[in-house]
């Protein structure tokens, strides 16, 4: 067996307004973007250290609706940050709901704008 040692370069996430997500996603978490090419449509790139988030403003197929209340248990993406408190804060400040880990561990999950899960733990 051949091991390629991947690692993530991106997760893009489809998204239905760039502007309320560039909110969300910079504003509110203080995420840089980045230049991005011209691809067709409109959308943009977020830089978290070496990887990336790509936001892309297209015609969603995926139901938002009749998704797992704990993003756990739906598609999502897992970020680390140092602290989980701080995070805690902003979400409660900006009126953004959220579930705790099912497991124990110290994270969370919430949503974007569009429904998109997104996992943040705290690295031990």
């Not at 370069?9 to 995420?31: N, R, T």
């Not at 297209?58 to 995070?87: C, M, W």
């Not at 805690?88 to 959220?98: H, P, R």
């Not at 949503?111 to 943040?120: K, T, V």
Request: aromatic fraction near 8%.
């Amino acid at each position: 067996m051949t091991n390629f040692n991947f690692t993530i370069h991106h997760a893009s996430l489809v998204v239905a307004d760039i502007a309320v997500s560039l909110k969300f996603y910079c504003d509110i978490f203080g995420m840089q973007q980045v230049d991005r090419p011209d691809l067709g449509f409109p959308g943009a790139w977020l830089q978290l250290g070496a990887q990336q988030i790509h936001l892309l403003e297209l015609k969603n197929s995926d139901p938002t609706t009749g998704r797992p209340e704990h993003g756990g248990r739906d598609r999502h993406i897992a970020l680390s940050v140092n602290e989980l408190a701080p995070v805690k804060a902003v979400l409660d400040k900006n009126g953004i709901a959220y579930t705790l880990s099912k497991s124990g561990r110290k994270a969370l999950f919430c949503r974007d704008p569009d429904g998109n899960a997104l996992e943040i733990l705290q690295q031990t």
